[in-house]
């Protein structure tokens, strides 16, 4: 049950919302090539709400999608969420993806969006995802690094309130710089032919939506989502956390930028 105990950001309504934000934000960058051949059978592991889901199960109607989670709750607002959008091709189900109920070979393809950041050993979950997986199919993973983002202007109470983000999740076991790791990770757990592109996302007032999207409402949202946990630590006073949050938001008005980079590994199983 690792993945429902370490997700850092919590199972709140508001968190939902911010994965859905993030999810139509980002949908054209991460989904731009997630292309199935009809009629192959498609393993999600770790849909949480099924934002990245219902991108999927639109992206390609003819493909089978299991879609797993550890958290029910977080299922129940998936399958609700699949059901508002009428799609039919997608199997949610129970799972932790350490023990996966599925046999040798069930899967042509599996698909992780920011799953293993939470995990303490995303090497093995790999591994485990392989044994599902049909040889000469592939695995694809999408990853954040908070090491990448930086913005204007700058504030050092900002980037600080992102490093204990970084370090809450570290305590819990997880990673939020993995996506400079995916590389290594994909090769460590056996798959071949591993390929990892930068998804580089940049917002300023010439691109408001990105501005608005993900600037406000997943980036700053998502720091500005764990200050219970930040205080409660000391790891920042009030004073200097309220302080690094609002310097985040400050960096969407009109005079700010905005940078980050995500990661999408690919690799095969071999035959």
Request: with cysteine; charged share 25%.
């Amino acid at each position: 049950m690792e993945t429902e105990r370490l997700y850092v950001h919590g199972y709140s309504e508001r968190e939902a919302l911010r994965l859905s934000d993030q999810a139509e934000t980002l949908s054209s960058l991460i989904h731009r090539d997630v292309l199935y051949p009809p009629g192959l059978r498609v393993l999600e592991a770790g849909c949480g709400v099924g934002s990245q889901t219902v991108m999927l199960a639109r992206q390609n109607p003819q493909v089978s999608f299991v879609s797993v989670d550890i958290s029910a709750d977080s299922l129940e607002e998936a399958r609700a969420r699949a059901a508002r959008e009428g799609f039919r091709n997608v199997k949610f189900e129970q799972a932790d993806l350490f023990e996966l109920p599925y046999g040798p070979g069930s899967f042509d393809h599996v698909f992780l969006c920011f799953v293993l950041e939470h995990l303490p050993k995303p090497a093995e979950a790999l591994r485990k995802l392989m044994r599902v997986l049909k040889a000469g199919g592939s695995i694809t993973a999408v990853e954040g690094d908070h090491g990448s983002a930086f913005f204007h202007p700058d504030n050092s109470f900002s980037r600080r309130a992102i490093e204990c983000l970084v370090t809450l999740q570290a305590r819990g076991g997880g990673d939020a710089l993995i996506g400079r790791r995916l590389y290594p990770l994909f090769v460590q757990a056996g798959l071949r032919e591993v390929r990892v592109e930068p998804l580089v996302v940049y917002a300023d007032a010439s691109r408001p939506a990105m501005a608005e999207g993900f600037t406000k409402k997943t980036f700053a949202a998502m720091v500005e989502g764990v200050a219970k946990e930040v205080l409660a630590a000391g790891l920042m006073s009030p004073e200097e956390w309220r302080m690094g949050v609002e310097g985040l938001y400050r960096a969407a008005e009109p005079d700010g930028t905005f940078h980050y980079t995500f990661f999408k590994a690919r690799g095969i199983k071999e035959l």
